[in-house]
């Protein structure tokens, strides 16, 4: 079995930052790419950013140049830096992750149960 925990959410003042972690566990052969969604209250769930296994990444308009993901291979972990927030930015952030479990060599999407973010003005 394979899961996904997040952590590192709560609440900021706007232009206060945040980071998010995401560790996955279980039986894991080998993790693809790894992304950051989020859910606002009242809107679909969105790609926030999203890194390769190569460490190639790739952000939304709206996390461009104040978010920066990342990951360690080696604790099959991913963080999420958040600067700058505003607002708009409150939401449910979703971990999720393209991966291939052992001993079936199955690919599975996981995602993390969520964790929430608030920005007070």
């Known amino acids: 079995q394979v899961q996904l925990v997040e952590s590192g959410g709560g609440s900021v003042q706007a232009g206060g930052s945040l980071r998010l972690s995401c560790a996955a566990s279980?039986?894991?052969?080998?993790?693809?790419?790894m992304a950051w969604y989020r859910q606002a209250p009242g809107k679909q769930r969105e790609l926030v950013a999203v890194?390769?296994?190569?460490?190639?990444?790739n952000y939304a308009d709206s996390a461009k140049d104040r978010f920066n993901i990342s990951r360690v291979n080696a604790k099959n972990t991913v963080y999420l830096q958040m600067n700058s927030l505003k607002p708009e930015d409150t939401a449910v952030y979703y971990c999720?992750?393209?991966?291939?479990?052992?001993?079936?060599?199955?690919?599975?999407?996981?995602w993390g149960q969520g964790t929430l973010v608030i920005v007070s003005s």
């Open positions: 999720n992750a393209g991966l291939i479990v052992k001993p079936s060599w199955r690919k599975l999407e996981v």
């Open positions: 279980g039986s894991i052969l080998s993790i693809n790419v």
């Open positions: 890194i390769s296994s190569g460490n190639n990444t």
